[in-house]
């Protein structure tokens, strides 16, 4: 399964035909998407690239990914269903007044000032997140169907950004997430070094994880390692959430930064020296921490710089968690590794 971004640096003027023309034919291959849809979708793509190019300056970076979406959230199995999601980022001058600014008319370029608007009214759901000096992250997602009542769903929220590293085909890091009669699981994992021979070890590491019925997180860990032998390795983190007894239960071998915030204070958690699938320690515990309502777990692989802190940043643990995840792309992605971060919201 293919969960990661593709990522455009929008750099030039003349490059946003080819983003855009690039998006609508793999749009229009998935085969879920309505004439009405792609065209909607063609709109709020040419929206975002060319506010990058008016508002700042052509520097900015476009991720999109194209995913199945499952069964049950939708009231037929007969036809494909699928999710866009988009995610615009830069780092312009920002916007003082966003709530103002996503009404028809206000503009700051002599435009029609109908952008935002728009976004906000084709997307199944848009969000922005912008800060004067510090610049602008726009989410969108369109589902090709209309999703059932999710009101009996868990109270955990799951969302990560993937992306590989710039000019490889594929992603070395990957996360997988499980509902299971219990809660829920969650794993990141990150292969050693990037490209097909990372992607392998961390394929074959999340398709054990999906399979395995075990639900100690160390058990989880320690087979893993045994599946993975035979590839390159990975480093690895599993998080479990037990709704009934309320309780984080975490284990990880490797340098995958997991921090666990309830408001703006957060503890950290300290994996293993390791990698998964050449050496583990024989003494690996799981650390179990309370879990309660509004709390954040993150997960980070090592793309991303260690002293990242969600505390500067006005307001976020309202926002959505893919919109978390992607304001800590913005600001602390090394741009040299694949890059992942894990978001895990307690409603």
């Known amino acids: 399964m293919d969960n990661t971004f593709r990522s455009y640096q929008i750099e030039d003027k003349s490059f946003v035909a080819y983003i ?3 998006i609508h034919n793999e749009v229009i291959a998935c085969n879920a998407f309505s004439k009405t849809q792609v065209a909607e979708i063609d709109i709020i793509i040419a929206e975002m690239t060319s506010n990058i190019v008016k508002h700042a300056g052509g520097q900015g970076e476009l991720l999109y990914r194209i995913v199945a979406e499952p069964a049950e959230e939708h009231g037929s199995t007969d036809e494909v269903s699928a999710r866009l999601e988009l995610i615009c980022i830069d780092s312009g001058p920002g916007i003082h007044d966003t709530q103002r600014m996503m009404k028809d008319g206000v503009t700051t370029t002599n435009t029609l000032g109908g952008g935002l608007g728009a976004m906000l009214r084709l997307s199944t759901f848009f969000q922005i997140y912008s800060l004067p000096g510090w610049g602008t992250v726009l989410i969108s997602v369109v589902d090709s169907k209309p999703r059932r009542n999710t009101t009996t769903r868990l109270t955990l929220d799951v969302q990560a950004l993937c992306v590989h590293k710039p000019r490889e085909s594929v992603c070395g890091d990957g996360y997988r997430v499980k509902r299971t009669g219990y809660g829920l699981s969650f794993f990141l994992g990150d292969g050693l070094g990037h490209g097909p021979h990372a992607n392998e ?43 009934a007894s309320k309780l984080w239960r975490i284990c990880g071998v490797g340098n995958i930064s997991t921090r666990l915030y309830t408001g703006i204070t957060y503890k950290n958690y300290m994996s293993y020296n390791g990698a998964v699938g050449l ?69």
């Open 20 to 22: 855009k023309r690039t």
């Open 279 to 347: 050496t583990i320690p024989n003494s690996l515990r799981e650390s179990v921490f309370p879990a309660d309502r509004h709390q954040h777990l993150v997960m980070t692989s090592d793309g991303i710089r260690s002293r990242w802190e969600l505390g500067k940043y006005p307001s976020i643990l309202k926002y959505d968690s893919r919109l978390m995840a992607a304001v800590l792309y913005k600001d602390f992605n090394r741009g040299n590794d694949d890059t992942s971060v894990v978001v895990a919201k307690l409603n």
């Open 201 to 243: 070890a961390v394929t074959k590491a999340g398709e054990f994880f999906m399979t395995t019925e075990e639900q100690d997180p160390v058990v989880i860990i320690r087979e893993m390692h045994e599946k993975v032998r035979r590839t390159r390795g990975l480093v690895a983190t599993v998080a479990v959430y037990e709704a």
